[in-house]
Each structure stands twice: as C-alpha cells, then as structure tokens.
C-alpha cells in the first residue's frame, strides 16, 4: 500500500503534465487558418490606432500650451507678479508630457491603470501566451511566430500610449481648473472658455477612442475565439492578464485547496439575515438582497441619466464641465459626419413632359448637431403618358446642394442651389454645356421622423424663386420624400 500511493501520485502530476501539453498542441489547430499576414494586419492596424491616439493627444497638448501662452501673456499685463508665479513651471510640465508621448510605451512594467480595456488586454495576452515558447509552440511556423510577436508588441506599445493619453487628459482638466479657479473675474473669460473647450473636447475625444479600441475586428475576435477553449491558455490568462498581475492570483485559485478557512454559504446567509434585523440564523436573506439590488439599480439608472445630460465620459475621471455650447461632431471622424440620403419627386404628365419620378442622391457632411451641408445628383426618369401607357426613358439628369439648418425639435429649414438639365437623352454624350442647364434656387422646410438611431426618413416642402425663368414653365413648389442614414 505504502508503495502504491507514490506510484499513484507520479501516474497524477505525469497525466496533469501531458493534458496540459496536449492543450498547448491544440491551439495551433484552432487558429491554423490565420496566416502570418493576418497577424502583420494585426499589428499594422493597432500601430495605426496608436499614431492616431499620439497625434490627437500631441495637437491638444501643444494647442493647451499656446493657449496658455496667451494667457500668461494676457495676464501679464494687469498683474506680472501673478503671472510668474502660476506659469512658472507649467512650460515645463508640457514638454516633459510631449516628450514622454514621443517615447516609447509598454505595458510589460504594469503602469499605473487610469482606464482599463477589457479587450486590449485580452488580445495582449491572447498573442503573448502563442508567443511564449522559446522555440515556439508546436505548429507555429517561424514567420508566423514573428508575426505574433510583432503584434503583441504594438498591443503592448498602444495599451501604454493609452495610459498616458489618460494622464495628459487628467493634466489638462486640473490645468484648466487650477486657471479657471484663480483667474476667473480677471476679465480673462474669452482665454478661460478657450482652455475649457480644448479639455472638454479633448475629453469627448478620449471617448470616440475608448469605443473603438472596445470593438473587436474580426481578426481579433478570431485569436481570442480560437484561445476561449484552451484550458492552458485560460490558466495563462489568470497569471498574466492585467487583472492577474495586479492581484497575483494563486495557482490554486478556483480548486478544493483554496477553499479551507473562507467563510461558507450558511454562515453568510446567518449574517446577512442578521443585517436585515430578522435575527432568525435560518432565515432566507433573499428578499433583502433583492430589495438592495432593487435600490442600486435605481440609483444607477438616475446616474446614468445625470451622464446622457452631460456627454459621455471617457471613463477615467470626472467630467469637464462645458462653459459653452459644444459640438459633438468635431471630434468625430470624417466618415462618422457623413450622412447619405435619397429622395423622389414626381409630376404628372403634360403637354410637354411625360410622367416623370426625379430620384435624387446626396451625400452630406455634419458641420454640427444642428447644421448639414452636401451635394449629389438626380436622374430623371420619364413613365410615359399614364399608368395604361408605361415607358420608361431618361428624362433629364440634375446636379444638386444644399444646407439644412434644425429650427425646431424635427423641423429643418432647407435651402439649396440646382442646375437640372431637362429633355430627353439616350446618351450622356448628347449633354450641352452649362448655358442650356435650367437653375433653380431652393429654400423651404423638412420635417425629419426619427426611424431608428441612424436612420430616418424626411419629408419636404420647397419653393423654386428662380421657376418664372423656366422654359417650359415649372411649378414654384416641389414635394420630396426621402430617406437617410449615417
């Protein structure tokens, strides 16, 4: 017997050690599809979203810099004293924080964490255990091992760019407090709303980030869907995700082991239940939690909503306090302000025209929330004299722009410039010069109904000034319905 529990033992860690071998074996198998060039892609995308992050955070930094410059600069002239000493060392602080951006970031040293991306960490770690062979994990070939480490690097590299966007942005907000705090009643309230806007925008431009740096592409999402199984990798996650290396999970964790001298489920229930004022220790503590859960939910439903009012946070502090009225489009990206639109316009047959549908397409750019200019084009198509008698022929083709302007809650006034070139064509050859195009000078209404968060429909009421210089004569009203989405 004595012999046997040893022999028993050895068969144990030997087994434990070739399942855990034979998971590591499995992995190439799940990702054996992604070759090296999906990890270059990897890598070539995050360092792309790590220059975009450096730039943004360097132009807000030097943009704060000049501003206080002036600011100094004002001040100067009313008190000198004043303004030595409370820009004595700010110069300094924006080139030491310039500087640190320009040098290159990890995360192998654990930096301090002032925002924490589930995502991020989980690719970092994800392209980090396929790397962590010396001689590289089996089915891994070369090219494709330096692929990954490649990626991970540039992982590594924008999870520590990251970071210190996160401290420029504390920086700046306790900056621009600190100035706003001694310097307001000064008579330097066009300089401080100045300062305010750089931080509040630099805030809502952490924001746009955050959001796509917690999107997963596809390439992603493939290596860590590839991992989910992986019993190895889920042990190598606990040990070396952020979250690991911050409280040194043991190695035991989640095992009969570790269970020893924690307090148990009766024991808590017996506590809970004497919190509640039931002083029975077999009392059910369910309805009392539920009442606490019920409370919190509440409470954080209030605070989202105080949050919706104010603007997203980036998530790592408070928020800057708007002295102005912000726009929410300047720190999006240009495709995110695009807005692409159609819309038909009919007429009845006439002695001149037959039937015609005028479907137009637009493409519109968001200056802001409540303003939007764009350009597109038309086709006319003619339908024949009747319903009786369908034909379908080009009719005429039509250059368009426009501006709408937001009146009132989902009324936009409309306005716009056309050149429309109305008689029959079989080619775009036969299209005349400029000199034969009819114009037209649009202004009128549009009411916008919301159909979902990017999408809504429009309908439209237009007064044509320039139609008494129409040949044939047009009618001086035109009615569109169309549809848009961004």
């Given amino acids: 017997m004595v012999r046997i529990l040893p022999l028993f033992a050895i068969l144990c860690i030997f087994s434990r050690a070739v399942a855990n071998a034979q998971a590591i074996d499995t992995v190439p198998s799940n990702i054996s599809n992604m070759s090296a060039r999906d990890f270059h892609r990897i890598a070539s995308r995050t360092a792309a979203m790590d220059k975009e992050i450096t730039g943004q955070t360097e132009k807000y930094l030097s943009r704060m810099a000049k501003k206080e410059a002036k600011l100094q600069q004002a001040l100067g002239k009313k008190d000198s004293a004043a303004a030595k000493t409370l820009f004595s060392t700010s110069a300094q602080k924006y080139q030491n924080l310039l500087a640190s951006l320009k040098a290159p970031a990890g995360s192998s040293s654990l930096p301090v964490l002032k925002e924490y991306l589930p995502v991020q960490d989980s690719m970092e770690t994800a392209l980090h255990f396929l790397s962590q062979s010396k001689d590289g994990i089996p089915g891994l070939s070369p090219a494709k091992l330096d692929a990954i480490r490649g990626a991970q690097s540039q992982v590594s590299q924008l999870e520590g760019k990251w970071q210190q966007a996160r401290d420029v942005e504390s920086f700046i907000k306790q900056r621009e407090q600190q100035l706003s705090e001694r310097l307001t009643g000064n008579g330097l309230s066009k300089n401080l709303v100045s300062l305010n806007k750089e931080s509040f925008y630099f805030q809502q431009q952490l924001v746009e980030y955050k959001a796509l740096l917690q999107d997963r592409d596809k390439l992603q999402a493939k290596v860590l869907s590839g991992l989910r199984n992986s019993t190895a990798f889920q042990h190598f996650m606990q040990k070396n995700s952020y979250v690991g290396r911050l409280f040194s999970l043991p190695d035991n964790y989640g095992s009969a082991v570790s269970l020893p001298g924690l307090q148990t489920k009766e024991m808590m229930q ?88 005028d479907l137009g397409v637009m493409v519109g750019y968001k200056l802001s929330d409540k303003a939007i200019v764009g350009v597109g084009g038309s086709y006319n198509v003619g339908l024949g004299q009747g319903i009786t008698r369908l034909s379908y022929s080009g009719q005429g083709v039509g250059i368009r722009s426009y501006i709408d302007i937001k009146a009132r809650g989902s009324l936009w006034l409309t306005g716009g410039l056309e050149y429309n070139y109305v008689q029959a064509f079989s080619s775009w050859h036969q299209l005349p010069g400029w000199d034969q195009w009819q114009r037209s000078a649009l202004f009128g209404l549009s009411k916008k109904f919301k159909l979902a968060a990017n999408k809504s429909s429009n309908m439209q009421l237009l007064f044509d000034a320039l139609y008494k210089q129409h040949v044939p004569p047009s009618s001086p009203l035109l009615f569109r319905i169309g549809y848009s989405f961004n």
Avoid: C, E, W
Avoid at 296 to 318: E, F, M, T, V, Y
């Fill in 270 to 357: 017996q506590r809970i239940a004497l919190n509640a004022g039931s002083g029975q220790s077999g009392a059910d503590p369910g309805p009392y939690l539920q009442q606490k859960v019920d409370d919190a939910q509440q409470q954080i439903s209030q605070l989202k909503d105080k949050l919706r009012a104010l603007g997203n946070p980036s998530g790592g502090g408070d928020l800057t306090m708007p002295q102005f009225s912000p726009n929410s489009q300047r720190v999006k990206s240009l495709f995110k302000r695009l807005v692409y639109s159609v819309n038909l316009q009919t007429q009845q047959s006439s002695s001149f025209f037959p039937a015609t549908a």
